[in-house]
Each structure stands twice: as C-alpha cells, then as structure tokens.
C-alpha cells in the first residue's frame, strides 16, 4: 500500500507541473505558434533524453515508439491546440476530461481490467469539477472543436492503455526518450507547412522553451510513464484532472485573477474525483479472491 501510495505521488506530479503550461505559454513565449511551440517542446527533449540513455528501439519497437509518440504527443497535441482555438477554453478543457472514461472503456478491451462503477462515477464527477472551474455560461460550442477535442482525449487515452499493455523492455527513461523524439519528429513537418518560421527570440523564450522541454516534458513523462509501469492505466489517467486545477489556482496566485466560489468548489469535485478514482483500484486488490 505504501509503494501504491508513493508512485501516485510521484506520477500526480507530471499533471501538477503540466497545469503550469498554459502560464509559461502565455508569459514566457511568442503567440501564435503552437505546433512550432509543440515540437520544441518533444524534439530537443527526446533527442537530449537518447543521448543520456544511448539507446534507440529495436525490431518491433521502432513502430510502437512511432505510433505511441504520434498517440501521447503529435496527434494528441496537435487536437489539443485545434480544439483551443475554435473553442472557448473551459469547453475545450471539459471536452478534454472524457479522457478518463475513456481509459475505462479501453482498459477493459486491451487489458481485460472489469469496469468498476465507482471508476465511472468518478470519471463523470472529474469532468463536473473541470466544467466548475473552467466553463463560463456564454461558452459556445464549435462542432470541429468538439470533435477535436475528443479526438486528442481518445489519442491520449489509447496512448497511455498501450504504454501499460505492451510493457517496454526498457527503463521509462529510455521509454519517453523513444516516445518524445519520435512525437517531435512526427511534428516537424506539420509545424513547418502550417506555420510561419518564428521570429528572434528573446531571452524570456528561450526560457520558456527550455522549461517546457526540460520540466514540462522529459522529467514529467519520464514520472507519467514510470507510473504507468508500475500502476493500472485506471488509476493513473484520472490524475490528468490535477492539471486545470494548477492552471487555476496559478492564474489566482501568479497573475492576480479572481478565484470564485464556484471554482472553489470545482476544486473540491476534482479531488473527491481522483480520491473515488483511487478508492476503486484499492477495492478491486482488497476484493477476497475465489476459488
């Protein structure tokens, strides 16, 4: 119980550090590039990450890294930034959180996982507690943001089933070096024919660049994807609710918005959402076997 409770810990951290994102974005970076932002954020972290492990994939493992780079960071980042532009942010945020149902759904397929009720329960009242806080009564719905949207959550979601489905033989460091520069690859040649080149960039980008990278992405999936070797994709997934909840909380303490009493209580749907979450794996090991 003890180790559960610390690899939780450990892995909460990646979604905690992901809601920073949103601020380092609109502080620290140029506007308007965010599939060159979305590739300087895989590339040079996964290139750097290689050159530490000195190991690239063999066999099968060049594809999976591939499909798995283009499921956890290209496809999924690339919806991600289409839905936030043709949506309001709190829909594109409350679209985003279906992930975790998702995760249900697809781990009782690929993994043979029984789909627990309290799961369930706790995937809808996640996406309730992220509806809380971001979503504004004026929200307007754009049906390709949706369909967007959904389709980043559902890349993401067969993303993290299969990390846990096919259990690398490699360290889950050597594993998000194979991950992130296959997904910065799969995203050159987007980012170069959608968007303009950026322009000189200053000291405060090239922090943003370098945190983004290094924190926001090498030393947050390297903890993701250790959790998800060591931890059901059920358990992990509803973590990802921590992120808007960062995101708010950071906006009030850093950039002096308003934190009102309705986001308040999102707050606290969120955290009942993940405790449910937890709650559900730990009745499931506790359940008596049988004969």
């Known amino acids: 119980m003890r180790t559960t409770n610390l690899d939780l810990a450990f892995t909460a951290i990646a979604p905690a550090i992901w809601g920073s994102t949103y601020l380092v974005t609109t502080e620290l970076l140029p506007a308007g590039y965010p599939l060159t932002v979305a590739m300087l954020r895989a590339l040079p972290a996964g290139l750097l990450l290689l050159l530490v492990v000195r190991q690239v994939p063999k066999g099968i493992?060049?594809?999976?890294?591939?499909?798995?780079?283009?499921?956890?960071?290209?496809f999924?980042?690339?919806?991600?930034?289409?839905?936030?532009?043709?949506?309001?942010?709190?829909?594109?945020?409350?679209?985003?959180?279906?992930?975790?149902?998702?995760?249900?759904v697809l781990s009782r397929v690929v993994l043979g996982s029984p789909v627990k009720t309290l799961s369930v329960i706790a995937g809808l009242a996640g996406m309730a507690g992220v509806a809380l806080l971001v979503l504004t009564p004026g929200a307007a719905l754009d049906p390709?943001?949706?369909?967007?949207?959904?389709?980043?959550?559902?890349?993401?979601?067969?993303?993290?089933?299969l990390s846990r489905h096919w259990a690398p033989p490699v360290s889950p460091l050597t594993f998000t070096a194979w991950q992130l520069a296959a997904g910065?690859?799969?995203?050159?040649?987007?980012a170069l024919f959608f968007e303009p080149s950026l322009p000189a960039l200053t000291a405060s980008n090239l922090m943003g660049f370098a945190y983004l990278g290094l924190i926001g992405a090498a030393f947050t999936y390297l903890l993701w994807f250790r959790g998800l070797s060591r931890l059901e994709p059920s358990q992990v997934a509803p973590l990802g609710f921590l992120s808007p909840v960062v995101a708010i909380l950071l906006g009030w303490g850093v950039l002096g918005q308003q934190l009102t009493v309705t986001q308040v209580f999102g707050i606290v749907v969120v955290f009942a959402s993940v405790w449910m979450s937890q709650q559900?794996?730990?009745v499931r090991r506790g359940a008596p076997a049988r004969a």
């Open 184 to 190: 910065g690859l799969l995203l050159v040649p987007v």
């Open 280 to 282: 559900a794996q730990m």
């Open 61 to 74: 493992w060049w594809a999976r890294s591939f499909l798995l780079g283009a499921l956890n960071f290209a």
């Open 76 to 104: 999924f980042w690339a919806m991600l930034f289409v839905s936030a532009y043709r949506l309001p942010g709190g829909v594109a945020a409350t679209v985003g959180a279906i992930q975790p149902l998702v995760v249900v």
């Open 144 to 161: 390709l943001g949706v369909a967007a949207g959904l389709a980043g959550a559902v890349s993401m979601a067969f993303g993290t089933v």
